[in-house]
């Protein structure tokens, strides 16, 4: 795609939404996709596509978020046998994610596990966007831009996050000053990114998690006012991807209410915040751990995010 192209279609908002979600916490197990067309800056298409994965293994805390089991994908047809569904859709296109590195791993993977060409396309990261535009907002997880936009949100329904997507790109790119986008090769491994003045190497809209965390926080607060929060003074670890807040910010919430963040699994480890695609090396660790006697608190994000709001 040239950049005229892309430059041309930015002005005229045509562009692809899409969302994943996945039944466990291996990328290359969609189980549905919501995606969304938009030309002109209106939606002219909009449908969820149920996946039956490769491996039909359904992680709990999965179906806690998105509610489908392997009995509701049960009939449906696998990811090749869809794509040609999909593939005009994404290829050639401009294609909007929500924390969009985790949706562009997923088609990536999956592409990979069918041995799939990839697609030529560019992505945005609307977390990423939303940030540069709506400044007013103090977070921009989908259902916080839902209710700004004054949208229902059936969160982690593909269909309805993808719809919400679609509407942060409506509403920011004509906003956005699009000269400051910077375009690289067309494959699926490129982004589109913001251009830093004097930086070629510019800023990504993509969304691969700070791991490395400040040091402020891997310093025990001891001053936070609530002593009788669950992380007040326990010693946490993060594994995995949250797909709702950014590793950084997750870490700074515990850090303010008192936990004691650490980088690696011990015998003094009291909680693992838990995303998607969790450290197979940390898994087996706390897993020995637990069978040794230790009592290791293993906390996935739909809980997280209720401690923590």
């Known amino acids: 795609m040239e950049q005229n192209q892309i430059l041309k279609n930015l002005d005229e908002l045509n562009f692809t939404a899409i969302d994943f979600e996945t039944a466990n916490e291996q990328r290359n197990s969609p189980c549905s996709l919501g995606i969304v067309k938009v030309v002109g800056g209106e939606i002219v298409s909009k449908r969820e596509i149920l996946i039956r994965p490769k491996e039909m293994r359904f992680a709990k805390i999965n179906v806690s978020l998105h509610g489908i089991s392997a009995k509701v994908v049960e009939d449906a047809l696998e990811f090749d046998d869809v794509w040609d569904q999909i593939a005009p859709e994404i290829d050639g296109q401009i294609v909007l994610a929500h924390n969009a590195d985790f949706d562009i791993d997923v ?3 999956t592409l990979n596990a069918y041995s799939i060409s990839h697609p030529k396309m560019k992505y945005i990261c609307t977390h990423k966007l939303a940030q540069e535009v709506f400044h007013e907002l103090e977070r921009y997880r989908l259902i916080d831009l839902a209710e700004y936009f004054k949208m229902d949100c059936l969160h982690h329904n593909c269909l309805a996050d993808a719809i919400i997507c679609s509407e942060i790109g409506i509403r920011a790119i004509p906003v956005y000053d699009k000269k400051s ?8 491994t490129h982004r589109i990114s913001k251009s830093d003045s004097g930086n070629t190497s510019g800023k990504d809209f993509s969304v691969f998690e700070k ?5 402020a926080l ?4 001891l001053m936070a006012e609530n002593k009788d ?9 993060f594994t995995g991807d949250l797909k709702s807040i950014e590793r950084h910010d997750a870490a700074a919430k515990v850090h303010n209410l008192g936990g004691d963040i650490n980088t690696t699994i011990s015998k003094k480890t009291d909680i693992v915040i838990v995303g998607n695609s969790a450290g197979p090396a940390k898994m087996r660790k706390i897993e020995e751990l637990r069978a040794a006697g230790f009592n290791i608190q293993l906390i996935y994000e739909t809980e997280f995010l209720t401690l923590i709001s």
């Open 218 to 221: 891997l310093k025990p607060n």
């Open 229 to 237: 929060h669950v992380f007040y003074s326990k010693r946490i670890v």
């Open 181 to 188: 986008f910077r375009f690289s090769a067309d494959d699926l």
């Open 211 to 215: 791991k490395v965390l400040d040091s």
């Open 107 to 109: 088609l990536k993977q």
